[in-house]
């Protein structure tokens, strides 16, 4: 009974020790410092060391996401060493081992029965290393083998009483514990600092792309700016070339060079979009890699191979809807071209279109200043132009005022003003701005009777932008022309290239001639012709108030002059004012009254956001598919701008929370408002509308309000269309309407509808 007793108290106390070396190991592991893993590993082996009487324990590890594959302690340096065997070298040198554990918590060696039981490796290193007994644990995360400790005594025959088989689980679960915080902080490291790179290479990216944005945004001027788009292109992805092709004409366009490239592709270059990759970028609107320049075909490889480079991405410049071209960039200079700079450069693209749009609204906003000061300048000219008319200067003076104010208003290098005398046949120069000497001394030619009569008779003008290859032909046949005009013909191809010729008409009859020379060859515009032709009809008016003066007396000839001056002024004149009008009275106004000055321009915004939106509002009907992507909040705000364009009534939109709705009640509350300004527009004769849309306690609410001259409730009939549809609307989404009115106090439109639907 005593030995059965003290047989238990030892059992008893044996397992009270283990379980406070457990809990010491398993407490010091669970505050043990991750970067300090391998020596408190070692650590922990010590104390199960000294509880087991061990000589050696190692931890064998076969996981491939912990780096160290043994941690070991032994308690004499003369004990074989582990710590240098690799993950492959466990495999390979403990194959048994690894399987026998696979399906056993563990096994243990104490007698030479047992070791002969081994596999072939694992008994050598048993009788290499001396080893009298062994206990080895299996590690399992999972039911998975991830590695081992093996208890070996090296002094003596251990038969491990010390442990109990339930206390197996109990160490391999401390040590999978930390394995596995080990495992996981390794994790963690990694995503940080994978994280944290990408951070600092997605920080300099966007600290790249806004220093370049800023740059490209800083420039106005087009060509500056797509000169500064290669450059950057090339900078970003490391590139030797960087070109820029805009959609011209049907093809594709060399616009600008960057790089040292000496064989580049001649500004001008077109590139077809069919048989092309260029094309094809820009046609499908993504962007193209070429690696090896031998896999392409067409007018592209040809383009490529004059460019000599060996591999070339392109990106699609996209602005809206619109294709405007293809940016290019070849040859990496460190590595090849792939992904990577594919993203950037597309990114790259977006401020570059952003760049281009800049300059685009700029130059059209210069062009546009500079048309209206052309403008300006034209109908003063004409005011003075009409002002001398109407006075007493005479007829040579006013020839030769017009002819100036005409070469400057038509940017002519040169004019003349000629009379044609048939009784003797011959052509009279009558004025002239910048003339070359050599024509003022031939004043007098013989009139040459040709085709160009026949359309002038017409009231017609004779335009020709290739003076040469128009009057040459009359020199190489003498017999054509006179000795006069032949030198006269001579003079013109010596200092001209292109002129425009404005019939003078009088009475209906071909009086004479109003030419304007230039020195280049020039297109002329639709605009640049009839102005001309006006010009040429206040010279026919002038020398028919010469006429008239001579043959009336002074106040007939003023009352006629007066008429001719109405008529001009309501036949030509006003159009051209007319045409002027916002571009005279805008700067006017600035000048004088700048809060006035404001009040236009607002007018003119608001007429032109108002056209904007009952084109979009029209759009919608044609796409229904943008009618459901749009919001609520941009619905009615659209047809606020068209009613306040069309109307010049104010609406004033309240929406606190844009409240969720589907698409059947959007569609619905939408048509309700869109007929509602319908009935304002139409009926209302408001001079402010107001619209609120909020989300009650329960359910939601739109009010339409307009302080109109309202209607008698009792006068509206049962079958009133524009109700009847609004009514129509609401149904269909359950909700209630109500319409509040009475003459002189507006109207209230106000529908009610359960939005948590």
Known sequence: MNEEYKYLQNKLNNKLKFEKVINEISTYFTNLDMDSFKEGIVQGLNRLAEFSDSDQISVFNIDTKIYCPVLEWKAKDTYPDHLSMTKEAILDKYNYVIKDLKNKDFIFYSTPDQINNLGNIEKKIFVEENIQSALSIALKLRNELIGWITFVSYQKKNDWKCFSPDSYLSIANIFLNVYERKKYENKINHLYHSLEQKINDKTNELSTLLNIQKALTSELHVDHVIQIIADEARRITNTKLGTLYFFEHGKLILKVISGDNKTALPIGFEIPLEGSLAGLAFKTGSPFLIDDINNSVGALKEAVRLSNVKSILFVPLISGRRTLGVISVADKIDGELGAEDERLLKMFANSAIIALDNARLYKEEHDRREEAERRRRIAEALRDILRMLNSKTDLPSLLNYIADQSRDLLNATSTMI?????????????????????????????????????????????????????????????????????????????????????????????????????????????????????????????????????????????????????????AV????????????????????????????????????????????????????????????????????????????????????????????????????????????????????????????????????????????QVDIPSNHLGIGIMKERAQTINADIQFITAPGEGTTIKIYWDCDQ
């Open 573 to 712: 004149t006003q159009t051209l004012f007319s045409a002027t009008l916002i571009a005279e009275v805008i700067p006017k106004l600035w000048k004088k009254d700048t809060k006035e000055g404001e009040k236009r321009l607002e007018e003119l915004r608001q007429l032109t956001r108002g056209a904007l939106a009952e084109m979009r509002t029209l759009l919608l009907e044609l796409r229904p598919s943008a009618l459901k992507d749009a919001s609520i909040f941009d619905l009615i705000k659209q047809l606020s701008e068209a009613l306040s364009g069309r109307t010049r009534i104010p609406v004033d939109i309240n929406i606190d929370k844009i409240p969720a709705m589907n698409e059947e009640t959007k569609i619905s509350i939408y048509r309700i408002c869109q007929e509602a300004f319908n009935n304002i527009a139409k009926h209302a004769d408001a001079t402010r509308v107001e619209i609120y849309l909020r989300k009650l306690e329960k359910g939601c609410e739109l009010t339409i309000i307009d302080n109109g001259k309202g209607i008698n």
């Open 418 to 570: 000629r009379k044609i005398n048939y009784k003797e046949n011959i052509v009279t120069t009558e004025a002239s701005s910048n003339l070359p000497e050599e024509f003022s001394v031939i004043q007098d030619l013989p009139f040459y009777s040709g085709g160009s009569e026949t359309i002038l008779r017409q009231n017609k003008p004779v335009v020709v932008s290739n003076l040469q290859k128009s009057l040459g032909h009359y020199l190489e046949d003498p017999q054509e022309l006179s000795a006069p005009q032949q030198l006269w013909a001579k003079a013109i191809l010596r200092y001209y290239k292109s002129h425009f010729i404005a019939p003078l008409i009088i009475d209906e009859n071909l009086f004479g001639t109003m030419t304007f020379y230039y020195e280049n060859q020039t297109q002329f515009s639709e605009e640049e012709i009839y102005l001309g032709l006006t010009l040429a009809s206040q010279v026919a008016l002038a020398i028919e108030n010469a006429r008239l003066r001579s043959q009336e007396k002074e106040i007939a000839i003023a009352n006629e002059r007066n008429r001719l001056a109405r008529d001009l002024h309501d």
